[in-house]
Every structure is written in structure tokens, then in C-alpha cells.
């Protein structure tokens, strides 16, 4: 067995590995063998440490010493400072939060930073701390223990009996109680029964459950075992997004390695208990999130939704009794049973218990992924931890649960986010995406921006999602270019009341939320675009108009020279004025304006 | 898999692995790795010490390294601290002398006086 007297963790989630963190542990690698470190210093791939506004992110063992934006030039620094003489490089050193004065300070700025202070690291309690392609790390960190646990000492029914206790509910949209959810499927006759996970996540700007899949894919092996026990199955599927390479890779490799184990198969920890698991490929389309469509995804056809009931945990996968929970979900699963129902039910509010991890972006200094007790106010997520908004804007509001969800504005900030507190406010836990947006933001132009991505991804089998979605998007399309026409607001709240009471899925049903939310705390928003045909924020194109401030405008002819359109003339002496047929809106002439004459006109 | 107990082999024998990892209340032995040190050889002191404990298998032990300490004529340094804090300065180290601070300092908690910073300018 080798030593090693310091731990390089080079994280290799997809947000790092795109901004060249392989390029730099094979960089490590060159520089260790030129200062003979290599038997010394041991460089460790890892999952997402959440931060990914700042990657690629490296941390290094002993010291904690944290690396954030780190260049593959800079790696023969850290070799020769850090690794062989002990000198923590400190321009490197994880910014936000504090400024790590020496090293002592310094040693403890992972644990010490706000980002991380504040969090509570339950599903993802092992990404970026272990090697996700080595099992033995996982069950260095008590992996499997639950599974070992479940198998020897527990009947299934306890299993169940403490995933209803500990109040864990569904991680992916509806929030429904996993425990519950397991207990139909386990009451139903003995027989052929599956266990699913949803992994095909979709909404925009959600990447958690990838993040499981990428940093600690054996803890959704683990649970799904763990499930499989407590309903009696022994065959589980892994319906994972094809657009995720890393994730498919590793849980691939994970899955492998747990074979070899023999921690899937036949006689897992020698009892009879057999349990077989296999990937399959997402169909590529927003749909197959849906459970019911995944499901016939899963099975080989066209990935539509069904009518429910019955319920999947009655006839699902080829009509089979079948469980599905998503990643972040499963995730929850193995620590729950190792530590006990009364230790989660101490996390969270009330009806809410223990963690979510959400996905935070847009507007936002610290994009990246964090993970809060349940009741954690929208306030600490996005100025806490996630660092306040950039340039110093104000905050408009927050979007969750992507397109089946809605905006949250200022005046809620304070409330604890739960999954009843989301719904009250007119929006929805959903996966746990969270885009932040500025007082720049058009809440007209977010609300066309989701309904977009609804109609693109609808799959057609309903009409009320199919065509009713379509002529609301032509209605909001309208009120951003300023055509909007009296009553189109009540065109859209009937459209949507409609589509809510009759869309076939999950999908259809909470498409009109975004237009809903922003209706309910925005409406003034609407109205100035469709009575006043302005755009408040500045963002709808066809509303605005550029101008060039005539007591201002010097006449150097700048503007005109970068105009791309030739939409500027004058002369010398006189000013310059815009074509308002020609302009395009582009904007450059008012980067380009020395004087500061061109503004925009809202 | 057959049981519980290998599971926990597998988990012991990997946690001594990273334990590096995880917070760290044991004892520290810091190299001072500054020019003066390691023009002065501390680079093989530091890997005897990586070696001994290695061999007799003490995880909890972490060796790190310093810049200069400011005594550069005594160099290579080596402080030992233990579980409560006391600090031990080592002066003028070699390979051989890592090999003794390991076996009756850390193991058995006697310090190696005659190594020690105080005695070298008496």
C-alpha cells in the first residue's frame, strides 16, 4: 500500500473538464516526474465541488488549500511552490469570501469560505472529495454500508417503514413521498417488478442530478439496490441523458466495478438477494422526463406520456409494478438508512425535510451548485452563498423549477424555500434550478423564453399542450413587439386555466406557470408593453429605439462609421441622428459613442 | 461480496489511504523546504520521514512543509507538534535522524533531546 503525503483533487465534473482540467492533471503528472514528487504527491480525479463559476477548481490535501481559475501554466508553479516547497500559492486562492492572509488562514479557506460555510452537504456529500471512478474511496466513506445494512438487518418493510419516517420526498418535480411511493409498489402481488431512476434531466440550467452522477455514482447503485430490496425487484434501469458523456462513463464504470465486487448480481452480501442494473440512453427529448413517456422510452418506443392512473407503481415498465425516483432523490437514500429517519426529519421545515441542492445561475457571482437544508430563505442562497448580484444590480427575481415553474420576485426573498412555500408563491421545487435574474431582465420576454422551450419540446400527443401552448406563445410574441392588442392578457390567463384542466401530462399541465407567475407579480409589466408598447427593462428590440442626444453629440462620426447598417448620417457641426427604418438595434453605436451621446430610449 | 466484515476491510484499508483527506487532529511533522533548507538536504530528510511512517503504517501523521524559519545555519529544520500543540524543533536533520524522531518521538512520545534546537547552541 502507498502513501502519499499530500492529495491533489483536481475536480473533473463537466463544468471543468470543459474549461481543460484533464490538460492539467496530465500537466501534474509531467511536472511531479520532473521535481520526482510522483511517489510523494498523489493526483486524484474528483466530481463537482458546486463552485463551477470559478473552476477549475483544485484542492489540495493536507493544507485544504483551495485553487480556483486555475491555467494549466500555473500548475508548474503550484508543483514547485506548493507540493515541493511548501508555499501555498496565494494568487490562486479561492477569492470570494475572505482573503487568506498566510497559509494558516489559507489552510482552512475551503471549509472557511462562505460558499461552502453555509451549505449542508448531504446528497452530495461526497463530490469532490472522492475519486468517483475508484469504489474502494466510496466505501471508504461508508458506502455500501447501507446496502449491507439493509440486507442483513432489515426486512424490506423496515426499509419502507424508515424511508416514511424520515419524510424524504421525490427530488425531481412533484415532491411526492418517496417512502409512499415505494410502499404501493411493494404491496403490489409478488412477481416481476422494476426499479427506475430518472436521470434525463432537461429543464435549463439544472445540472445536480449530473453532478451525483459524475462525483459519486455509486450512491445511486447503492440506493437503487437498497430499493429493490424493499419492493422486491431485482432488475433496475438507469434512464440517463445521452448528452451527459461523463455522467453515461462513469456510471458505467461504477457499475462495473460494483459487479466485480459483487455488490451487484446474484447473492449480494451472501444472502439471496439478486439485484441487475443496466443504463439506458435518454431519447433526446424534454418528454421522456416525464414518467410515464420514460418509461416508454425505456421499453423502446416513442418517448409519450400515458394517462395515469394507473399509476407506474401499479403498471409500469412493461406493465409491470415499478418505482421511479430521480438521481438526487436516490442519492438521499443510503445516508437516511445508515444515520436514521429521526437524524434527516432534524433537517428542513416541516413538511420538508432535510436538503435540496439546486442548481444556481444567471444574474448570480457564484454560478455553481449548492446544496441547503430544506427552509433555507432565497435571500442566503443568492446573497450568502451565492455571492449577490454582479456589477451591483438590483435583484429582480427568481425563476425555479424551469418551465413547469415560475418567478419568485424581491418582495418574497425572505421566504423559506420548501416545496409548499414554492407552490403558494405560484411556483415549484421542480429539479431545483434556479436562475437569478437583474432589474435588466423583461419578465415578458422570460415568460416567451420558457413557453418557447415548451412548444419546441412539447411532444404532440395532446392538443391542449400541442396547440394550446403554440397560440399562447404567438399571443406573448405579439405583446413583445409591440403589437399587443386589448384583452390578450385575458387571452393568455384563459389559455392557461385551460391547458392546466385538460394537458394529458405533467408537461402540459404546469406549461402555462411561467406566464401564470409573471402574470401574478408582474402584471405591470404586461400592461406597459401592451397599452404603453414600451419594454420597461430595455430588452424587448422591436419596443426601443437608440437616440442620439443632440446638445451632446460632438459629430465625430464614429457611430456612423461602426454602425453595420449604415442607419447614422450627418455632417460636420450638425449632429448625427439615427434611421429608426434601418437601425437593427444592434447597440454598437452607443459602445462606441466617446461622448456618451447615444442612449437607449425605453 | 460476501459480508459485512470484507466490506469493512476494504473500508478500513482505503481510509487509511485518504485519511489525508479528512481533518486531521494527529500529530504534524513540517520540513522547512525554503532554499536554505533544501540546499542544506532537506528534500531526503522529508522522504525518510514519508518512508518510516509509511512503513509502520501511521496515517495520522502528517508531513507538510515551511518556508524559512530565519535559523538558515541550522537548517534542514524539522518541527514536530503533537496531539496538544507542544512544539518540538529539530535542527541540522538527516535521513538517519528521521528514522530515530520516528521510532521514539512519534511512536513512543520521547523527544530526542539531543537533536533538538536547544542543544545545538549550547
Keep these: ?602 | 461480496m460476501k459480508s459485512l466484515a470484507e466490506l469493512e476491510e476494504i473500508r478500513k484499508k482505503t481510509l487509511e489511504q485518504i485519511s489525508l483527506r479528512k481533518s486531521n487532529d494527529g500529530m504534524r511533522v513540517i520540513v522547512g523546504m525554503a532554499t536554505c533548507g533544501i540546499a542544506a538536504g532537506a528534500r531526503p530528510v522529508m522522504t525518510a520521514f514519508v518512508e518510516e511512517l509509511n512503513k509502520r503504517n501511521m496515517t495520522d501523521v502528517t508531513v507538510t512543509m515551511t518556508g524559512c524559519i530565519g535559523v538558515c545555519r541550522l537548517e534542514p529544520i524539522v518541527e514536530v507538534i503533537d496531539k496538544d500543540g507542544n512544539k518540538t524543533t529539530y535542527v541540522k536533520m538527516t535521513p538517519e535522524k528521521a528514522v530515530r524522531i520516528v521510532a521514539e518521538h512519534i511512536v513512543n512520545g520521547r523527544v530526542c533531546a539531543d537533536y533538538t534546537i536547544g542543544e545545538a547552541d549550547k
Excluded at chain 1, 410502499?183 to 422494476?194: R, T
Excluded at chain 1, 432537461?202 to 430490496?229: C, K, N, Q, T, W
Excluded at chain 1, 462513469?250 to 452480501?269: D, H, S, V
Design chain 1, 1 to 602: 500500500m502507498q502513501l502519499y503525503r499530500s492529495h491533489v483533487l483536481v475536480c473533473g465534473g463537466t463544468g471543468c473538464t470543459s474549461s481543460n482540467s484533464e490538460k492539467i492533471i496530465a500537466e501534474f503528472d509531467v511536472q511531479l516526474a520532473r521535481n520526482n514528487l510522483q511517489n510523494e504527491v498523489k493526483i486524484v480525479k474528483t466530481g463537482c465541488f458546486g463552485l463551477c463559476a470559478e473552476g477549475p477548481i483544485i484542492v489540495v490535501y493536507p493544507e485544504g488549500a483551495m485553487y480556483t481559475m486555475v491555467k494549466v501554466e500555473d500548475v508548474k508553479e503550484i508543483t514547485e511552490e506548493h507540493l515541493l516547497k511548501g508555499r501555498i500559492v496565494k494568487r490562486l486562492l479561492l477569492s470570494s469570501g475572505h482573503d487568506a492572509k498566510d497559509a494558516d488562514e489559507a489552510s482552512s479557506s475551503l471549509e472557511n469560505s462562505e460558499f461552502f460555510k453555509r451549505q449542508m452537504r448531504v446528497a452530495l456529500r461526497n463530490c469532490g472529495i472522492i475519486n468517483p471512478e475508484q469504489i474502494d474511496e466510496y466505501i471508504a466513506y461508508d458506502g455500501y454500508k447501507a446496502l449491507g445494512k439493509a440486507l442483513t438487518e432489515l426486512k424490506p418493510a423496515d426499509v419502507i417503514e424508515i424511508l416514511k419516517k424520515s419524510g424524504l420526498r421525490g427530488r425531481g418535480g412533484g415532491g411526492f413521498p418517496t417512502g409512499l411511493k415505494w410502499d404501493f409498489a411493494a404491496k403490489q402481488p409478488e412477481g416481476k417488478k422494476y426499479v427506475c431512476c430518472n436521470a434525463d434531466e432537461g429543464d435549463p440550467g439544472a445540472f445536480m442530478d449530473r453532478s451525483v452522477l459524475e462525483g459519486d455514482p455509486h450512491s445511486l447503485i447503492e440506493a437503487m439496490a437498497i430499493a429493490a430490496y424493499a419492493i422486491g425487484s431485482d432488475q433496475g434501469y438507469v434512464y440517463v441523458r445521452a448528452e451527459y458523456p461523463i455522467a453515461v462513463k462513469r456510471l458505467q464504470i461504477a457499475i462495473e466495478q460494483a459487479k466485480e465486487y459483487g455488490l451487484l448480481g446474484k447473492n449480494i452480501f451472501g444472502t439471496d438477494f439478486n439485484f441487475d442494473l443496466e443504463i439506458r440512453l435518454g431519447a433526446g427529448a424534454f418528454v421522456c422526463g416525464e414518467e410515464t413517456a420514460l418509461m416508454t422510452s425505456v421499453e423502446g418506443h416513442r418517448g409519450e406520456p400515458r394517462p395515469r392512473p394507473p399509476f407506474p407503481a401499479v403498471k409500469g415498465l412493461w406493465d409491470k409494478p415499478t418505482i421511479l425516483n430521480n438521481v438526487e432523490t436516490y442519492a438521499n437514500v443510503p445516508v437516511i438508512i445508515l444515520k436514521g429517519a429521526e437524524w434527516f426529519t432534524s433537517i428542513g421545515t416541516e413538511k420538508s425535510k432535510g436538503t435540496k441542492v439546486f442548481a444556481v445561475g444567471g444574474n448570480i457571482n457564484n454560478t455553481g451548485l449548492v446544496e441547503v437544508p430544506m427552509g433555507t430563505t432565497l435571500r442566503e442562497v443568492v446573497y450568502d452563498i451565492g455571492g449577490g448580484i454582479p456589477k451591483g444590480k438590483k435583484f429582480k427575481a427568481a425563476q425555479t423549477g424551469g418551465p413547469s415553474g415560475g418567478c419568485i420576485p424581491a418582495s418574497h426573498l425572505d421566504t423559506p424555500i420548501d416545496y409548499d412555500s414554492l407552490i403558494q408563491l405560484g411556483s415549484m421545487m421542480g429539479s431545483g434550478g434556479l436562475i437569478v435574474m437583474d432589474e435588466d431582465s423583461c419578465m415578458v420576454d422570460i415568460a416567451k423564453f420558457f413557453l418557447e422551450f415548451t412548444v419546441e419540446e412539447s411532444c404532440g400527443k395532446c392538443p391542449p399542450c400541442r396547440i394550446g401552448t403554440k397560440r399562447m406563445l404567438e399571443v406573448l410574441e405579439r405583446i413583445t413587439e409591440g403589437k399587443g392588442e386589448e384583452g390578450d392578457i385575458e387571452k393568455l390567463e384563459i389559455l392557461a386555466k385551460n391547458i392546466k384542466a385538460s394537458a394529458l401530462c405533467g408537461l402540459g399541465q404546469t406549461a402555462p406557470n411561467p406566464v401564470l407567475s409573471t402574470l401574478r407579480y408582474f402584471k405591470d409589466e404586461y400592461m406597459a408593453h401592451v397599452v404603453d408598447k414600451k419594454c420597461p427593462a430595455g430588452v424587448c428590440k422591436s419596443m426601443m429605439k437608440y437616440v442620439i442626444d443632440a446638445d451632446a453629440c460632438k459629430s465625430c462620426g464614429i457611430c456612423a462609421k461602426q454602425c453595420p447598417v449604415s442607419a447614422i448620417s450627418g455632417e460636420k457641426k450638425v449632429p448625427y441622428v439615427i434611421d429608426q427604418d434601418k437601425c437593427i438595434k444592434c447597440g454598437v453605436c452607443m459602445e462606441k459613442c466617446p461622448f456618451k451621446a447615444i442612449f437607449k430610449n425605453v
